[in-house]
C-alpha cells in the first residue's frame, strides 16, 4: 500500500480540505511585560523615521548628512535606542530606474530587510518595517514564518506597517494593473486574517479566501510569537483605510488635514476613528 493511499493519510487529507475555525488572537498590549506595553503605559510615543531611501524625507539640493546607507542606518538606530526612543519606522518602495528624479533617485534600502538586519544588534528600541502584503503576491505561510521568527530574535521587539500600496507604476512592476482602491483593503483583510490565524493557531489551519489567489491547507508555523502577534501598524488616511486600521492595528499613522494640533487633528477624521 502506498502512502498516498494509506488510510490514514486519507484521514488527514479529509481534515485539512475543511475550513478550520478562527480563534482568538491576542495583542501584545494585552501582555503586561511585553515591550509594546511598556511603551504603551507612556503618555507619548517617541519614534524615529529612518531614511534609507535616497533623499531621505526632503526633496532639497542642499549638502546634507543623511546616507540611505545601512551602515548609516544601523549607526541612526543604535543612537536612538541609547537616547531612550521607543521606535524606528523605516518606508517601503519599488521605484523604476531614477526614481522620482533629483534627489528621490530611487536608490533605496529594503525596510523589511533592513530591520530584520537589526533585531540581533539591539536591544530595546522597537523595529517596524513596513511591506506591502499585496504585491508579488506575498503568500500568508511565508509571511507568518518569517514574522513570527523575527518577533523571536527580537524578543518581541518587531512590528509591521502594513500597507496596499496605492501607486499604479508599482502593482505594473509585479505584472498586474493597479486593484482599486477600497478592494485592496478587503484583500488585506484577508491576508492579515490568515496570518494572524497561523501566529496564534495550535493545530493546523486551512483557509481560503474568497478574492486573494493564495490558500492554506494544513498550514503551521513556529515559533510562535512571544506576545500573540507582533506590533501591528497602519498607515493611511482614507475611510477604507482608517476601517482597516481600527480593525487590526495597534498604532495608525495618519497625515491630518487639520495641522498638527491633536485636538483638532482628531475632529478632522472620520467617525469611526473615534471610536
Do not use: C
Not at 491576542?26 to 507619548?44: T, Y
Not at 521605484?95 to 530595546?124: I, Q, W
Not at 477600497?182 to 486574517?193: G, I, L, Q, S, T
Not at 489551519?205 to 493564495?214: A, D, I, N, R
Amino acid at each position: 500500500m502506498s502512502e498516498t493511499t494509506h488510510p490514514a493519510y486519507a484521514e488527514v487529507q479529509a481534515s485539512q480540505s475543511r475550513a478550520s475555525a478562527f480563534v482568538e488572537v491576542a495583542s501584545p498590549a494585552q501582555f503586561p511585560d511585553s515591550p509594546v506595553s511598556r511603551v504603551f503605559a507612556q503618555p507619548l510615543m517617541l519614534g524615529l523615521f529612518l531614511p534609507i531611501q535616497a533623499g531621505g524625507w526632503s526633496a532639497s539640493t542642499l549638502p546634507r548628512t543623511t546616507d540611505w546607507s545601512f551602515d548609516y542606518n544601523a549607526d541612526l538606530v543604535l543612537k536612538a535606542e541609547s537616547l531612550g526612543f521607543d521606535l524606528v519606522f523605516a518606508l517601503s518602495q519599488w521605484l523604476p530606474k531614477g526614481g522620482y528624479g533629483g534627489v528621490f533617485n530611487g536608490e533605496a534600502l529594503d525596510s523589511f530587510m533592513t530591520l530584520a538586519a537589526l533585531t540581533a544588534r539591539t536591544e530595546r528600541i522597537i523595529l517596524a518595517a513596513t511591506s506591502h502584503v499585496l504585491y508579488g503576491p506575498w503568500h500568508p505561510l511565508h509571511f507568518a514564518k518569517f514574522t513570527a521568527t523575527l518577533d523571536h530574535i527580537s524578543r518581541g521587539r518587531w512590528g509591521i506597517n502594513i500597507v496596499t500600496g496605492h501607486r499604479a507604476v508599482e502593482h505594473e512592476m509585479f505584472g498586474w494593473n493597479r486593484i482599486e482602491h477600497d478592494r485592496r483593503y478587503e484583500m488585506a483583510a484577508e491576508f492579515v486574517d490568515a496570518v494572524q490565524q497561523l501566529w496564534a493557531q495550535r493545530d493546523n489551519f486551512t483557509f481560503e479566501p474568497e478574492l486573494s489567489s493564495w490558500k492554506l491547507n494544513g498550514a503551521f508555523v513556529t515559533p510562535k510569537p512571544r506576545y500573540g502577534r507582533p506590533l501591528l501598524i497602519n498607515a493611511t488616511g482614507s475611510d477604507a483605510g482608517i476601517e482597516f486600521a481600527a480593525r487590526y492595528s495597534d498604532v495608525v499613522f495618519i497625515t491630518s488635514p487639520a495641522g498638527p494640533d491633536i485636538d483638532r487633528a482628531l475632529e478632522a477624521l472620520p467617525a469611526h476613528a473615534a471610536a
